[in-house]
C-alpha cells in the first residue's frame, strides 16, 4: 500500500492511496487536506510530545492518549473515507512518501486494523524530490563524527562515541574514522564523507541542519547537492534530524538525495540518555545482523517496551529506507515438493526391493525347501501305498488308487490323501472302511 501525502500551493494538500494488490481503475480517491487544521494539530502534537518525554505515565495510559490523537489526525485527514489498511484482512506493507511541508507531521500515529503504522515493521517513510541519486559505489570506512555543539551535551557525546568506537574495534573489521569536537570542519568532513559506508553523527542538530561552531556555518543543502552513493547507512542520532518543513530542508531529506542508501534520524527533540543507549544498540544489532533494517526494528521495539519516555522516542525515530524485498517463498516449496517426491520415490523402490526379494530367492534355497517337500511327500506317499497294499478286498483297493489318480475339480491332491489317510487309519472293519470312503470321496 503506497500513501503519498502532496502539498498545494495553497498551504494546503492532498493524499492519494495505491492499492498494489488490485488492477488499475480509472478512478483514482484523493482526500483534500485542511492545511490550517492540520497545523493546528501539529501544534498541540509538539506540545503533547514534550510532556510525554518528561511523563512518568504508565504505557497503558500513554497508548490511551495516542490512540486519541491517531483518531483526531485520521477525521482531520481522511474524513469519512473507507480505509483499506483498516480492513481487517489488511496484511500489506505501507509505503508513505511525503512533501517536505508534510514530512514533520506524526503519520506513524495512524493506525490499521490491530496497530499503530510505527509499531509495523513493514512500514516505510519516504520523502518525494526532485533529485536523487540511484548510483552505487563503493566505500567501506566507518565515519564516526562528535559535535557536541551544547556545553551540556560534551560529556555524553564522548561517551557515545568512544563506546561505538570500541564495539567497531573489537566486534568488526571496519575501519573507522572519528572526528571529535575539535576536529569537526567543514573541509575534514568533505575529505572523509566519500569513502565512509557509515556515517554515525553524535551530537546537536537543529531542524535547518549540523552547526559546526569552528567555522560559525551549518552544513545542510550543500550536502543534497553533493554525490554520495558510497553511503550505505547514515545514523544522525540528534534532534529534529529528520525534520522537514516547508522553509526548511532537512538532514535526513540532504543525505537521502545524495544516494544515501538507509538514513536514520528523529522528527523531535530527543532524550541524551535514550540517544545513548540508541546508538550504540544500533550498530550492536547491525554488526550482529547485518541488516539496517532489522537493526532499526530491533532498537524501536526495545524502545517500545520501556516507559513513557522511550515509548514516545519511538514515534519520533524513523528510517527512511528501499524496500526490505521478502525472499521468495517458491524456492521453499520447490523444495518440500522435491523432498516429497524423493520420499515417495524411495518408498517405491523399497516396496520393489522387498518384491524382488520376495520373488528372487535364492536358488539353493528353493532347491532345498523343494528337496524337503519331496522328501515328506514321497516319505507320505510310501507309507500310504504300503496301507493300500494291505487291503484285502480288491475292489476297494481299486477304488482308492483310481481317487488318488485321476483330477478332481473339487478336491486337490493333498486333500484326497488325507482321506485316504483318514479312512484307512479307523479300527474298522473293510467294510465299513469302504463304504466311509464312498461317502468322503463322493463315488457314492
Keep these: 500500500m503506497k500513501i503519498r501525502i502532496i502539498a498545494k500551493p495553497n498551504q494546503n494538500g492532498e493524499v492519494l492511496w495505491e492499492d498494489q494488490s488490485k488492477v488499475f481503475t480509472p478512478v ?43 483518531i483526531s489526525l485520521e477525521q482531520i485527514v481522511f474524513g469519512n473515507k473507507t480505509l483499506p489498511w483498516k480492513n481487517p484482512n489488511f496484511k500489506e506493507e505501507i509505503f508513505l512518501q511525503t512533501d517536505p511541508e508534510f514530512t514533520a507531521y506524526p503519520w506513524e500515529i495512524l493506525t490499521t486494523n490491530s496497530d499503530f503504522f510505527f509499531e509495523r515493521r513493514n512500514f516505510y517513510r519516504g520523502i518525494r524530490s526532485n533529485s536523487h541519486i540511484t548510483e552505487k559505489g563503493e566505500a ?16 555524553s557525546v ?45 551530537g546537536h542538530s537543529e531542524k535547518g541542519g549540523i552547526p559546526i561552531p569552528l567555522e560559525n556555518i551549518l552544513l545542510c543543502e550543500e550536502i543534497g547537492r553533493a554525490k554520495l552513493p558510497n553511503l ?20 535526513a531529506t540532504q543525505f537521502l538525495k545524495s544516494g544515501a542508501q538507509f538514513v536514520l534520524g528523529f522528527l523531535t527533540p530527543i532524550e541524551t540518555e535514550i540517544a545513548d543507549k540508541i546508538g550504540t544498540e544500533f550498530w550492536q544489532s547491525y554488526l550482529k545482523y547485518k541488516n539496517p533494517r532489522k537493526a532499526f526494528y530491533n532498537v524501536k521495539n526495545k524502545l517500545q517496551l520501556g516507559n513513557a519516555s522511550e515509548y514516545a522516542s519511538s ?32 518408498l517405491f523402490h523399497w516396496q520393489k526391493e522387498n518384491e524382488k526379494k520376495d520373488i ?15 522328501t515328506k511327500l514321497s516319505e507320505r506317499q510310501n507309507s500310504l501305498t504300503n496301507r493300500i497294499s494291505k487291503i484285502q478286498d480288491a ?16 478336491l486337490t491332491k493333498n486333500e484326497k490323501y488325507k482321506i485316504v489317510e483318514d479312512v484307512l487309519s479307523t479300527d474298522e472293519t473293510e467294510t465299513l472302511k469302504f463304504y466311509h470312503f464312498k461317502q468322503l470321496s463322493g463315488i457314492q
Excluded: M
Design 232 to 251: 550505505k547507512i547514515v545514523f544522525l542520532n540528534s534532534c529534529h534530524s529528520a525534520f522537514e518543513g516547508e522553509n526548511t530542508s532537512g538532514l
Design 158 to 202: 564522548k561517551k557515545e562515541g568512544k563506546k561505538i568506537s570500541d564495539l567497531l574495534e573489537d566486534h568488526s573489521s571496519i575501519p573507522c574514522k572519528r572526528l571529535k569536537q575539535d576536529q569537526f570542519r567543514l573541509a575534514r568532513f568533505w575529505d572523509e564523507i566519500s569513502s565512509a559506508a557509515y556515517l554515525h553523527y553524535a
Design 395 to 410: 475292489n476297494f483297493k481299486k477304488e482308492i488308487y483310481e481317487f488318488l489318480k485321476e483330477e478332481n475339480p473339487l
Design 315 to 346: 514515534i519520533a525515530f524513523v528510517c527512511f529506507s528501499p524496500e526490505e524485498k521478502q525472499k521468495s517463498r517458491n524456492w521453499v516449496l520447490t523444495l518440500i515438493f522435491c523432498i516429497l517426491l524423493l520420499g515417495l520415490l524411495f
Design 140 to 155: 567501506k570506512n566507518f565515519l564516526l563524527i562528535e559535535n557536541p555543539v551544547l556545553e551540556n551535551l560534551t560529556d
Design 28 to 70: 483514482e480517491i484523493i482526500c483534500q487536506i485542511d492545511g490550517k487544521a492540520l497545523r493546528l494539530f501539529q501544534k498541540d502534537w509538539n506540545q503533547f510530545i514534550s510532556r510525554l518525554l518528561t511523563s512518568s505515565a504508565d504505557l497503558i495510559e500513554v497508548k490511551e492518549k495516542l490512540l486519541k490523537k491517531s
Design 360 to 374: 528372487n530367492i535364492d536358488p539353493s534355497v528353493l532347491n532345498r525347501a523343494n528337496e524337503k517337500t519331496k
